[in-house]
């Protein structure tokens, strides 16, 4: 795929579809005579462009003045015209059925969420960890669990150098082990995993409900929000509810955004039957399409768990809907934040193509997702300089706290976050543990460039067509 220039955290608001735009309008369109050296073809999607640039882009006001009938490279001429420190987000591809297709958890996949460290501070050599295993995939069937490490991938050991190239690959042979007193121990048997063409990832990776300290509490973790498993989500809810749950740890350690109607569903389900029609989020546009401008509001449900607190267990990787949810909420109800601050991205944007409404007539397959909004909630207080900041700081750490909690998956109690919210609810306090000390001893780095190399569409949120000729 040419276009892989995609940046790190991607938010696209939503209540559901994907906005998917026509062409340019005929009196916009190329005479290429007009034009030497630049083909007719890419002449046309330099047009399509510049024209939804134009038009839609947030700081619409502030981009560079380029004649797009000079720029030979549509991917270069698009990354021009963007907002720079401001605008991470805004992104072009070539293949808009992929985009199209990741949108509702459909990818190549082997089924795992990994976590990359060095092995040692200074030292190039890479141990990967697994977070989690999609239910129904690859990673699953081959007996893959969170808190399984390797270090050997085809025989090769695995280096910042080799990491995304051997991870790419179809068909791995991974080399398990385990650190025992600063060094590597093999385990046997090697496992062998091969990536699914068309993995379809169920985001729901775990929901159990603990009874501690006298109460019922539900504990969901989701990992994308993907419209089309709502029915899903709402099942789920409906279990805690005839439960009687008490209080929910939602876990978004590892969600990096999807649709934000699946957001919406969800504050829905956790607050109260009160808040239906209060105002969740506002969606600010630029000046030419103030008309968009509107407020998102809570939806009814019928299993409102109607709590007056909320734990969320978040990570700096907790980025785009995932924290709609929290910073939507918390001006209605008591969200505690347990872990890190989240990745910060409050700007949504929205995907266009050429012609989807006949695509059959598409001219081309590229697609832009420019930033075309700003989201703020009811009490207009999000500092959009930083991540939400955590109440109590935890370290998602996989290569200590598999030290701390011995492989304990998630949903079970002795899982290092789920421990130590349990500690917060009985106590007010997390658990005053060694983890520290360990990992001081281990010297290990996260390896988070080499995360994002295998995760171009982290962060993504998608927003419903708004009404009008956008």
Known sequence: MKATKYINIIFLLSTGIILILS?????????????????????????????????????????????????????????????????????ITDNITELENYLQGITKSKGYSIAPYYFKEGSSQVVVFIQFVYRDSPAEQAGLKRGDMFYKINGQTITDINYQQL??????????????????????????????????????????????????????????????????????????????????????????????????????????????DETFIFERWNSNLSSFNDAIKFEEQDFNLGLNRLFVLTTDRTASASE????????????????????????????????????????????????????????????????????FELDDDMYAVHLFDEGAQLGEIEEFFIANVLSIIE?????????????????????????DMLSPYHGIMVTERPSGDF
């Open 23 to 91: 062409s340019c309008k005929k009196d916009d369109e190329i005479n290429p005579g007009n034009i030497e050296k630049i083909p007719s073809d890419i002449l046309n999607i330099n047009q399509f462009i510049s024209h939804y640039m134009n038009l839609g882009y947030f700081w619409n006001n502030e981009m560079p003045d380029i004649d797009y009938k000079t720029e030979p490279d549509p991917e270069k001429y698009f990354y021009k015209l963007l907002k720079k420190p401001d605008d991470r987000w805004s992104f």
């Open 427 to 451: 106590t007010g306090s997390p658990i005053l543990s060694d983890t520290e000390l360990k990992r001081s001893d281990l010297r290990s780095s996260k390896a988070d460039k080499l995360k």
């Open 167 to 276: 991870l790419s690959l179809d068909d791995l042979t991974l080399t398990m082990g385990q650190i025992i007193d600063g060094n590597i121990v093999k385990l046997e048997p090697e496992v062998s995993i091969s990536a699914v063409e068309k993995f379809s990832s169920h985001p729901i990776l775990s929901t159990s409900i603990i009874e501690a300290s006298g109460l019922k509490i539900g504990y969901l973790a989701y990992g994308s929000f993907i419209n089309n498993f709502d029915t899903a989500l709402v099942n789920t809810f409906s279990r805690f509810h005839e439960a009687g749950i008490d209080e929910l740890i939602l876990d978004l350690r590892y969600n990096g955004g999807g649709h934000v109607g699946s957001a919406v569903t969800l504050a829905s389900l956790i607050g109260s039957a009160d808040l239906a």
């Open 324 to 391: 709609m949810v929290i910073y939507g909420l918390e001006p209605y109800i008591d969200v505690i934040q347990v872990g890190e601050n989240t990745y910060g991205k409050y700007y949504g944007s929205v995907i266009i193509s050429d012609n989807n409404q006949r695509p059959q007539m598409r001219r081309h397959n590229w697609a832009i997702q420019p930033i075309v909004f700003r989201a703020e909630n009811i009490n207009n207080n999000i500092n959009y300089q930083q991540g939400l900041p955590s109440t």
